[in-house]
Nanobody
């Protein structure tokens, strides 16, 4: 069974930093793109950042220059990170890991983790 498991969320003061991790496990042959999304109370889920297998990154304008997405250098480890610096109260949300992956002979698109809470206090 494929799982995406996030960790690293928590409570931090404005201006602080957190590092989120997402580990994919199970019968995974290949992961193309991995990303982070977030959902604040009363708002729609939104893109934070994505990274392709080749290392191409994409960021939401609201996090550019503050957040950095990365993957294990060895792609077979199937882990993605989100380094979040200069956090703001508006970054408070549940952060979800997302991936497009090949498992048991079929592609699973928009596969989600269970989410991890990030709370930034002012």
């Amino acid at each position: 069974q494929v799982q995406l498991v996030e960790s690293g969320g928590g409570l931090v003061q404005a201006g602080g930093s957190l590092r989120l991790s997402c580990a994919a496990s199970g019968p995974i042959l290949r992961i193309n793109i991995m990303g982070w999304y977030r959902q604040a109370p009363g708002k729609q889920r939104e893109l934070v950042a994505t990274i392709t297998r080749g290392g191409t990154t994409n960021y939401a304008d609201s996090v550019k220059g503050r957040f950095t997405i990365s993957r294990d250098r060895d792609n077979s480890k199937n882990t993605v990170y989100l380094q979040m610096n200069s956090l703001k109260p508006e970054d408070t949300a549940v952060y979800y890991c997302n991936a497009d992956l090949l498992s048991s002979g079929r592609w699973l698109y928009d596969y989600w983790g269970q989410g991890t809470q990030v709370t930034v206090s002012s």
